[in-house]
């Protein structure tokens, strides 16, 4: 019997002993991001996009990039990007283009970040300690880096949920 994960085979059977074996994912990989635009600035993100996407395109491991724009809300864009495998997609978030458009922090969605609006408050006086708050505050530190406006040490760039 055969059992797979992402990075490991693991075969059993009472007459071979259990033995791991590393083997890389060469499978393509598809990624889906949904961008919400600040109101007003959707002429400007789209104008850096379309650079990351000629970019991108340019890359060995890229399939395809694409920008797609809702119907339904003007400020929502979707991108959607093949690559190879995953070191491709790898070696894509590691380029120059990538890196100084895209931050390494993502906002994840949550409850306590959807009701803090609500009570007038932002999500750190809401609830500090959420999801939400330490992806915020995460990011946070990683705009002060970006911009060098910070002494903060890259060991201690982000605070993570497990430390609370």
């Known amino acids: 019997m055969f059992t797979t994960s992402a990075s490991t085979i693991i075969c059993e059977n009472k007459n071979i002993n259990l033995k791991k074996v590393k083997v890389e994912n060469h499978n393509p990989v598809?990624?889906?991001?949904?961008?919400?635009?600040?109101?007003?600035?959707?002429?400007?993100?789209?104008?850096l996009l379309s650079i990351v996407q000629d970019k991108s395109?340019?890359?060995n491991g890229n399939l395809f990039y694409k920008i797609h724009q809702s119907n339904s809300d003007e400020n929502t864009l979707v991108l959607f990007e093949g690559y190879t495998n995953e070191v491709a997609v790898t070696e894509h978030r590691n380029s120059s283009h990538f890196q100084e458009?895209?931050?390494?922090?993502?906002?994840?969605?949550?409850?306590?970040?959807?009701?803090?609006?609500?009570?007038?408050?932002?999500?750190?006086?809401?609830?500090?300690s959420s999801k939400g708050s330490i992806n915020y505050l995460n990011f946070a530190r990683e705009i002060l880096q970006k911009n060098n406006l910070t002494k903060i040490a890259?060991?201690?760039k982000k605070i993570k949920l497990d430390e609370l």
Request: aromatic share 8%; glycine share 6%; charged share 25%.
């Open 30 to 47: 598809h990624v889906f991001a949904t961008w919400k635009v600040k109101e007003g600035q959707i002429t400007s993100v789209l104008n």
């Open 57 to 59: 395109l340019m890359e």
């Open 101 to 128: 458009l895209v931050f390494d922090t993502v906002i994840h969605r949550n409850t306590k970040l959807g009701e803090a609006p609500s009570y007038g408050e932002t999500i750190v006086m809401h609830d500090a």
């Open 154 to 156: 890259n060991d201690e």
